[in-house]
């Protein structure tokens, strides 16, 4: 499901699964969170508590649930493929369906244990909550999402009227069951636009005009909440004759913090990598990756042409690292602790073109760096532009042992040498 926005708009089908590149500069929050969010906007969500101890898991039984014979008990990670995720204690499945007797023990077979899915990545995700839900009676179920589509610049409603876990595997096989619904985003969303997105859908009991509404609903939240998407799988029709937002994963733009703060209040930090924790802290753009060479590069552009020349070269990068056009000497020092504290970093390249980031600034930062942590990699350095000589002249005079490099080329091939030897 997680992954089905980003392979419909991009067209590249071989996207999901791959955790790598999961980690954007956006918020995530977590199932519980966004039913939460929905209801406020009238969208309909099943009856669910978010619990985080065994205690509680008794009391929401009690006191939310005592007339229900089965309840969901959903695992709460940001990642997708939890119903066919393994814990690393080799319990299977982080979305059981069970007797209202038996939430607390499959409740604790969750809580606090790492859960390992298709998108986690192998080292997986902790479960700190799980999600008790009612088991709602369901006729049928279909995908609705909104996301930001750059072809019409605006929002695009993407809908199919088969959901559940195989939804890309369908949106691959069969395209042409997938529904576009480009809205104008100066007009809003019309009453013909959600009767186009409806009349895709092709519900079999909801009723049509409720069913109109809620897509409206839907869209309100979207643009009101600055999400950057809105996804539901399933949309589901219920027994009751209702679509009901079954599962849902809500992102949001992480420009509109400051008139979001409610919203990014619910920011999970132990859902995401400590290192790009530290970075947010330290206003640096740092995604991490899965290679030996550490890069701290100013300017986004330069940063990924290293990375690109450094895979040239027979070596992977360990990260992303953007320290900016105007870093700070503290900044550079942080910049060097999250480099640092990767264990998979063999060698670190340091690839400064100076433009308003000073070559002299970046140096200092170095040398103070060394200081605060303990260097136990290889460093390779190449500064080009700014005040490069008052650079180089400080890096000579600190002592350190650092490897030089006259150019981009040179430097990733010391890099992945260093790194291998």
Not at 90 to 103: L, M, N, Y
Request: aromatic share 4%.
């Amino acid at each position: 499901m997680r992954g089905l926005v980003n392979k419909l708009v991009s067209r590249s089908l071989s996207v999901a699964g791959k955790w790598q590149k999961q980690q954007l500069r956006r918020l995530n929050i977590h199932e519980y969170q966004g039913a939460e969010l929905m209801s406020k906007y009238g969208i309909n969500v099943p009856k669910g508590v978010a619990v985080s101890s065994l205690d509680e898991v008794k009391e929401a039984v009690k006191a939310v649930f005592a007339n229900d014979n089965e309840l969901v008990v959903k695992s709460q990670i940001l990642a997708g493929g939890r119903g066919l995720g393994t814990f690393q204690n080799g319990f299977k499945g982080g979305v059981h369906i069970v007797k209202a007797d038996q939430v607390e023990d499959m409740a604790g077979k969750m809580l606090g244990q790492i859960l390992v899915t298709k998108q986690t990545g192998p080292q997986g995700k902790v479960v700190s909550k799980v999600y008790l839900c009612e088991k709602l009676s369901l006729v049928n179920e279909v995908y609705f999402a909104i996301t930001l589509d750059r072809n019409t610049a605006g929002p695009l409603i993407i809908a199919c009227k088969k959901g559940g876990t195989s939804i890309e595997d369908l949106a691959e096989k069969y395209p042409d069951m997938i529904i576009k619904v480009p809205v104008d985003v100066f007009k809003g969303i019309t009453d013909e636009d959600a009767a186009k997105v409806v009349d895709g859908l092709a519900p079999k009991v909801a009723n049509r005009n409720d069913s109109i509404e809620q897509v409206k609903k839907l869209y309100k939240l979207f643009c009101e909440c600055d999400c950057t998407l809105l996804e539901i799988n399933p949309l589901a029709e219920t027994s009751s004759n209702q679509l009901v937002a079954a599962d849902a994963k809500l992102n949001f733009d992480d420009n509109a913090v400051f008139r979001q703060k409610q919203i990014f209040a619910f920011r999970d930090p132990s859902q995401e990598d400590p290192r790009e924790v530290a970075a947010a802290k330290a206003d640096l753009n740092y995604i991490g990756l899965d290679g030996e060479i550490g890069c701290m590069v100013n300017g986004a552009g330069l940063a990924m042409a290293t990375m690109d020349i450094i895979k040239l070269h027979g070596g992977t990068p360990a990260n992303f690292l953007d320290v900016g056009g105007n870093a700070s000497e503290g900044q550079v020092v942080e910049a060097f602790k999250i480099l640092t504290s990767d264990e998979k970093v063999k060698a670190i390249l340091v690839n400064i073109f100076g433009g308003i980031m000073k070559c002299d600034v970046i140096a200092s930062g170095i040398v103070n760096a060394a200081k605060q942590v303990a260097l136990k990699v290889p460093v390779v350095v190449r500064l080009e532009g700014t005040n490069v000589d008052q650079g180089k002249r400080i890096l000579k005079e600190s002592g350190m042992t650092l490897i030089t490099a006259e150019d981009l080329d040179d430097a990733a091939e010391k890099a992945v040498k260093a790194a291998t030897s």
